[in-house]
């Protein structure tokens, strides 16, 4: 090749550009500003989308407040600790966050994980708010987001079924004012309940029970502008959006009316600490039983079910934004760097780990939200709360917070899976095994349980594959075509020979069409059952090999060197009784 063609290589120039690309990668101006998305949207910002945003930041931060109180009380934190962590993280989300529908903030599956480390010290969760910012911040730096692909389906399936039935267990005592522990499991939960069942109050049991039936008739109703009218359509849509809100409201008016009346017959949430957070690092030291923690034990109690925190936050996140994101590429390394610094910086304001929240993404999409500002417009909303109205948190019923987790719970708990069994048995057994584990030891151990159990499931595939066998014509004659897979390896050499020898037919075409991968011990295996079909007078052809197999198969054994085929006239090639031939290539 002339050394003066654009294409030719000079000495050290491939290797320059390579490195000239990385730098110009990593230091471009336009990669920083894909790293900071608030850069690129917001100099086409308009007044439409800032009207879209504010009316989407209000509805879903009208649904934040209930909800942010409800998930600490299910962490067993004070209830402003929920709040601050639908606060700072909407602040940090607005700079990062490459998803206009997400909204970050606690949700109930990190609560209930939360929960044992909270038992210990309240501190904990500051630190699991640190600790869960830092392992995302470098899983986006190191940009390992595809290990995430590795968790299949059934196993994220199963474990949000078991974190919504533990959840939904958990909240039976406030929702009946029974006393006793609620239990760190679904199947302790249930336990404690039904053992302290005689202990129930019905004021409050009824007040739930209500609750849950509002919620759910709220959401059912139907708007149809002919009925309700234009500002009515509006107003009433508001309503069934904000529904938990809107319960929230009126059951702590209720509250406050029966006090003033010289009646309590509620178990309310109690006085909230209003106003901004204490602004600091986490705490890496605590007290426990009397003995002081040093960061070192702290870790030690985190050990490593802790890791199912983080874990757990990004599985939610990029699962949502994926859901909402339609046809639009979801760029995980941002969502990762975005949600380990919603958690990293919102540590330092007294926050419990946040995540993507499905059930205020779904209604931050559905209030027409144009960009991230939404979740900058939602902070503010429960800031101006916590800030300036925390005296009226104090009369929420605790059984119509409980309401509002139960119905929540309703959303996500799914068996679809489950009705796969006559197509997919093995993955519903993986299924099954998360959920029982989850509900029985853990969510933490069920998820370890699903995903050990997934691996498992698909080596178990890899090692034993299938060969299709096909009868097939040749001319006149009955012959058999085996279509081989695209691995061929691991232990599965006797398998494949004891598949080859089943065909009866006198002429076996052997098609490696889908062939990627074939170990050195699976050809032997080929080899020697291609050599004992011949001495029974039975002729192999191999059909459609690449070079490489080719090479191994004829290093393996140089006697097939004639018999592989290149090529789609196979017919007309044994019909001519070429099988002499080394290679016929079209």
């Known amino acids: 090749m002339d050394s003066d063609d654009p294409r030719t290589p000079l000495l050290g120039h491939e290797r320059e550009s390579r490195l000239v690309r990385a730098a110009r990668k990593l ?4 990669s920083w500003r894909r790293r900071v998305p608030i850069s690129i949207w917001l100099p086409k910002y308009t007044l439409q989308c800032l009207y879209r945003d504010i009316i989407a930041g209000i509805t879903v931060g009208l649904t934040s407040i209930p909800q942010g109180i409800a998930y600490a009380m299910v962490a067993g934190l004070p209830p402003q600790v929920g709040l601050y962590s639908s606060i700072f993280p909407g602040f940090v989300y607005v700079l990062f966050g490459s998803c206009k529908d997400v909204t970050v903030g606690p949700t109930a599956v990190l609560a209930a994980l939360l929960a044992k480390y909270v038992a210990l010290s309240p501190d904990f969760a500051c630190l699991a708010a640190f ?12 940009q390992l987001g595809f290990l995430l692909d590795f968790i299949s389906k059934p196993v994220i399936s199963g474990f949000t079924t078991a974190a919504a039935l533990q959840i939904s267990a958990s909240q039976l005592k406030s929702l009946f004012r029974v006393t006793g522990s609620s239990g760190n499991t679904f199947i302790q939960a249930l336990v404690n309940f039904f053992k302290n069942i005689k202990t129930i109050h019905l004021w409050d049991s009824v007040l739930g029970i209500a609750s849950i039936i509002f919620l759910l008739l709220v959401k059912r109703v139907k708007l149809r502008g002919r009925v309700w009218g234009g500002w009515g359509a509006g107003a009433a849509r508001c309503a069934v959006r904000a529904r938990n809100a809107l319960l929230v409201f009126l059951t702590s008016a209720l509250a406050y009316i029966l006090y003033r009346s010289g009646i309590s017959p509620f178990a309310l949430t109690g006085k909230i600490e209003g106003g901004l957070p204490q602004f600091g690092p986490p705490a890496f030291s605590t007290r426990v039983n009397n003995q002081t923690l040093g960061f070192a034990d702290m870790l030690q109690s985190f050990g490593l079910e802790g890791l199912a925190l983080p874990l757990v936050a990004v599985l939610e996140s990029i699962a949502i ?3 909402f994101a339609g046809s639009a590429a979801v760029d995980g390394t941002q969502e990762m760097l975005a949600l380990g610094a919603c958690n990293l910086l919102a540590s330092f304001a007294q926050s419990m780990p946040a995540t993507g929240s499905f059930t ?4 931050n999409h559905a209030s027409g939200v144009m960009t991230p500002a939404g979740a900058f417009f939602k902070a503010c909303v429960v ?8 005296g009226a948190f104090a009369w929420i019923p605790r059984a119509a917070l409980a309401a509002v987790i139960l119905v929540a719970m309703l959303s996500i708990i799914d068996f679809s899976v489950a009705a796969l069994w006559r197509t997919s048995k093995s993955e519903v057994c993986v299924w099954a095994l998360t959920l029982c584990t989850g509900a029985a030891a853990g969510l933490e151990y069920g998820i370890a349980a699903g995903a050990c159990a997934d691996v498992l499931r698909s080596l178990a595939h890899a090692a034993r594959p299938h060969i ?8 006149a004659a009955a012959s058999s075509r085996a279509v081989l897979p695209a691995r061929l390896q691991y232990m599965c050499g006797a398998r494949a020979a004891r598949q080859l020898r089943g065909s009866a037919a006198q002429l076996l075409l052997l098609d490696a069409k889908h062939l990627l991968h074939i ?10 059952v291609i050599l004992e079909l011949e001495q029974e007078g039975r002729r192999v052809v191999l059909w459609n090999f690449e070079a490489k197999h080719q090479q191994l198969f004829e290093q393996i054994n140089p006697n097939v060197k004639g018999k592989f085929f290149n090529g789609i006239n ?3 090639y044994l019909l001519e009784g070429e099988a002499g031939r080394t290679s016929v290539n079209f």
């Open 27 to 30: 230091c471009g101006l336009e």
């Open 131 to 142: 600790l869960s910012g830092c392992i995302i911040l470098l899983l986006g730096v190191l």
């Open 321 to 323: 934004a994926k859901a």
């Open 360 to 363: 205020r993404t779904a209604l």
């Open 383 to 390: 800031l101006a709360a916590v800030t300036l109205a925390s």
């Open 468 to 475: 299709l066998l096909q009868p097939c014509k040749v001319g």
């Open 519 to 528: 170990d050195i011990g699976v050809a032997e295996d080929i080899i020697t």
């Open 570 to 572: 196979i017919e007309q």
